[in-house]
């Protein structure tokens, strides 16, 4: 079974469980009762399901499952529950403070979700094509996100000494000058976030077309300098790359788990006022 | 060339431990490998703890480090090495975790912001109300829990919900009948036979989706089961949220004849708008056919406008009036003015023709009594008598006989005659003494109903009592007297007859027994000096001895036929104007003769043709004075009201005689009459009005259709059915049994423009739910001064 089939059955089967919630709230509401607390009841459970993503990955020593399982599970539970919310709204925007705030952190609970599924799934094969080349295995290896700091600083020592190096050998300051200007900054921090994140090397074309322009005015050392610096800064932005998509990975988590939270302390509220408030609704 | 920056031998690959809180805060690639500890503070000391081989120490900084450093340790024992410090910096899960902490402690703000500026106390809206309840107050005034606070709601969470006990909150001000809460507001049992008899009638076609609602979750099924307010009405969607609208599968969650849609199963109108007749009885056949035709394009209508207009709210057509509609042609019957034969007028006294010789012959002491009467008891007159149960029994003997031929008759029968004689003459006697007062409280006891001043007012229609007595003064001359000793015990003779008078010589004439009276009534039977007193004092027209003007006695009075020298005297004496000698006298005499005979021929009908009292011959008639007539109107909704009563026998021959066919005034022709449930008559005396306070089950908005006919206007959909058996169908008193002029409305002609794409077809565009009473919520205001209002002022 192919991957893509397997995420079509089972993206398949969430929005027809949430379909049949449709129709079985079409039903009840027919025969003049409120649905809103059946498919009310059926999303929040949905959503304690979701949580329980999270408390697994609490406790790994239990035997529960794999995590990976858990996470399939936890992308299409999430969207039955996005199925069942537009149920429950009614595709409609609501026009309470409290619920005002309980649809907005719904939906961005659900987007930054759909956003870290899609790029959770799309970013590994990303990161495995910009890694780091390793003798002749087809793939390069991962960057660890903890570690990219001391490479790029590596990375950036060896910038600064090849063009001392430059001044001492081709004693001639176009290179030294360019690292001045152009490559020290480049190399002081990460840069380019977003145009990694959309897989763009257009910064990269620049830097190394401004690069080739100044071979006219280097001698062969000055040449060979030049094409090493090339390669530091191309091991550069590589880690770039690596520092933008894993900040990523690591960075929607900031809004769907916060806002998670959130979301409990307002759902719990909203179920006490609707049955606290429900005494005439049948 | 550069070399590989990552390795993962366990000589330069450190391991790394993102789980923990806090990281080192050294520059990048300078991070110390021990590590902040567990709350964040910073440990580092040096690289190394030196192990004595020996005599010696010994660096022990691992591979991963940089391996033994070349100094080595000091010769204490301690690393040479030192780690600056640093200020450790949380890791990236201890900074999510901070974010979670804030994210809820912001949502908590965020609650307690809204909780706090809430108008009631700890409740904030879910959403804005609608502008027709802005103004119902507080939460409380809907939410029962809501009345103490967040504490009280908070609780009622966990309570058993009471719909039925909330919906009274709304019922506080919305009064939608007596059974609020029951479906469409109908009473359970009128419900049920609904439901059987449309279940009998129609095939249940609703549609899949209903049918599976229906099977899944089927509904209680009992008609009494309260349908609280909540169940369609849902608040808090929006100040211009449609708090009535309703989805037509809800519709047909209890309804028994289930469809699809207008177009697709819905059933016909059949009787639809005619399931209750007109209360007009007008026959559009027969005026489009016949009478309009006759009368000619002066006076009929050429389009329905002429006869119809709608209502302000441009919802019902109704009937224009009377004057704009009917009077044209129609005045004429109710005024009389086109009657040919019989009485333009109601009987309302009269004196029943007697066979007085019979009576004279077989002694039945009736007194004085018109022998050329020929009236029967009028319907009015035996209403008043058979109030009095020995009357009413000897009405029943005599409506059996011939009146005018008693020569058969039995003793009993003639009893009952004397009986009623004097019946009559007292209720004339009593109406002429103790007036028109006596007669409506005569009317109340009749009809056995409570009458105000107007209805007793319209009911006598101002009676003049010229009226009365001048009929008294001619029917029954001595009636005073008669009376007098009737009441007495003394049994009166009927005086000799005009043949038998001059024989026997002791029964006067009318106009002599007038001056027998020794009384001074009002017709003189007193000793006071009365105009027409037979006394013995000094009266005009009296036969006594003294020197009266018009006195026949031997005086010398100044018209007297007497021997004396009178002015106008026809003696033998040398009067002034004696007519053997005086021509003048003579022509004077002819022309007062003749403005006699002036007076004589004037018809008391016509005189009356306006309307009015008039008298002819021994009966008294009311004469309509036109269309909407008080009088008869009244005598004829007080004898309608008697049906179903004590009083019904009494009623029914006054009411069947005031609407028969030619009964003056014809009300009947055109006003439909009802049977209630209580068994009352109902004389719908006006064309169905809209109803602000009521609101029907299906409602047609007429006016907004208008642009929107054909050529054919009204006809589109109301199309003439000249089969219909209209007039037949309000001959059995049942509002419900119609036959209308109109063939049923063709539900296709709304299909046309009515569809779920086109005009909507929504249930409620033409169905009510809240059908029936609709009262506005009551509103009491104290009046400025009083008691309440100075409170609410303070």
Known sequence: MSWSWRRFRNFSFAALAALVVLAIADLYEIMLRDASYMDGWILLASMVVLAMFNARKKFPMLPLLAAKTWMQVHIYVGWFAVGVFFVHTGLELPNGTIETALWCAFVAVALSGVFGAFFSTSAPARLTRHGEPVGRRRHGERFIYERIPAFRAEIAVAAEELANKSVRETKSSIISDYYVTRLEPFFRKPRNVLLHLFDSDKHLHTLRSEMRALERYLDDKGRDILIEMSQLVGAKDNLDFYRALQLTLKGWLFVHIPLTYGLVVLVVVHVLMVYGFSAGAP | MIGRLQRFDFRSSPYERPTQAWVCGAAAGKECRVGPDGRGR????????????????????????????????????????????????????????????????????FLAIVFGHAEAPGVPEPGEITVKHSNVGGCDACHGTAAEGAGDWTVAAFAKADPVAESGRCLNCHKVGSKPLNAHGVDADDLEKLTVAIRERTADAAPIPIKLASAVFPLPGQFDEAVPCA?????????????????????????????????????????????????????????????????????????????????????????????????????????????????????????????????????????????????????????????????????????????????????????????????????????????????????????????????????????????????????????????????????????????????????????????????????????????????????????????????????????????????????????????????????????????????????????????????????????????????????????????????????????????????????AKCHSIDTEITGILNIKWHPVRPKEDRKPFTWFPHAAHFGMLRDDGCLTCHRIDPQAPYQKSFEDLDPTTFASNFKPLDRQVCVECHTADGAGDACTSCHNYHAGPALPPALVTPLPGSEKAETKME
């Not at chain 2, 009389?336 to 009987?347: D, F, L, M, Y």
């Open chain 2, 231 to 667: 169940t369609c009405h849902t608040e808090h969607q929006g100040p211009v949220f449609d708090l009535t609208g309703m989805a037509n599968d809800r519709c047909q969650a209890c309804h028994t004849a289930r469809f699809s849609s207008l177009s697709d199963g819905h059933p016909d109108f059949a009787d639809f708008p005619y399931m209750r007749r007109t209360r007009i009885i007008f026959d559009h056949n027969t005026h489009f056919g016949r009478h309009f035709p006759e009368a000619g394009e002066d006076k009929a209508p050429t389009s329905c406008n002429a006869c119809h207009e709608t209502d302000p709210t441009g919802t019902l057509m109704l009937a224009r009036s009377f004057a704009s509609s009917c009077q044209d042609c129609h005045i004429g019957q109710i005024t009389g003015a086109q009657r040919a034969t019989g009485p333009k007028g109601i009987g309302v006294l009269s004196v029943p023709g007697l066979d007085v010789e019979t009576l004279r012959d077989r002694g039945v002491p009736i007194g004085e009594w018109p022998e050329l009467s020929e009236a029967g008891i009028v319907p009015v007159m035996e209403l008043l008598l058979g109030v009095d149960e020995r009357y009413a029994e000897d009405l029943r003997v005599l409506g059996s006989m011939d009146l005018l031929d008693l020569v058969d008759a039995t003793e009993a029968d003639l009893a009952a005659v004397e009986r009623v004689a004097w019946a009559v003459k007292s209720l004339l006697y009593d109406l002429a003494v103790l007036g028109i007062g006596d007669l409506s409280g005569r009317i109340e006891d009749a009809v056995r109903l409570p009458l105000d001043d107007v209805a007793r007012a319209r009911l006598v229609a101002s009676l003049p009592r010229d009226v009365v007595v001048g009929a008294l003064g001619d029917w029954f001359p001595n009636i005073a007297q008669e009376i007098r000793r009737h009441r007495a015990g003394e049994r009166i003779p009927v005086p000799a007859g005009e043949d038998d008078s001059a024989d026997a010589g002791v029964q006067p004439e009318p106009e002599a027994a007038a001056a027998d009276a020794t009384d001074g009534d009002i017709l003189g039977d007193d000793d006071g000096g009365d105009i027409l007193g037979d006394d013995d004092g000094g009266d005009i027209l009296a036969d006594d001895d003294g020197g009266d003007i018009l006195g026949d006695d031997d005086g010398g009075d100044i018209l007297g036929d007497d021997d004396g020298g009178d002015i106008l005297g026809d003696d033998d004496g040398g009067d002034i104007l004696d007519g053997d000698e005086d021509v003048a006298a003579e022509e004077d005499a002819d022309e007062a003769d003749g403005d006699e005979a002036v007076l004589s021929e004037v018809d008391e009908e016509a005189w009356a043709g306006l309307g009015g009292w008039y008298r002819r011959d021994f009966t008294l008639y009311f004469r309509p004075t036109g269309h909407a007539d008080r009088f008869i109107r009244t005598w004829l909704d007080i004898s309608a009201a008697t049906y179903g009563t004590e009083a019904e026998d009494r009623g029914r021959i006054l009411f069947t005689e005031l609407t028969t066919k030619d009964a003056p005034g014809q009300c």
């Open chain 2, 42 to 109: 910073c440990r580092a000391t040096a690289e190394c703890q030196p192990v004595r081989t020996g005599d010696r120490w010994v660096c022990t900084r691992p591979e991963t480090a940089g391996g033994k450093c070349t100094d080595g340790p000091r010769p204490d024992g301690s690393c040479a090495c030192p780690i600056p410090t640093c200020a450790p910096v949380p890791s990236l899960r201890r900074r999510r975790h901070r974010a979670v902490m804030w994210t809820v402690a912001v949502t908590i703000g």
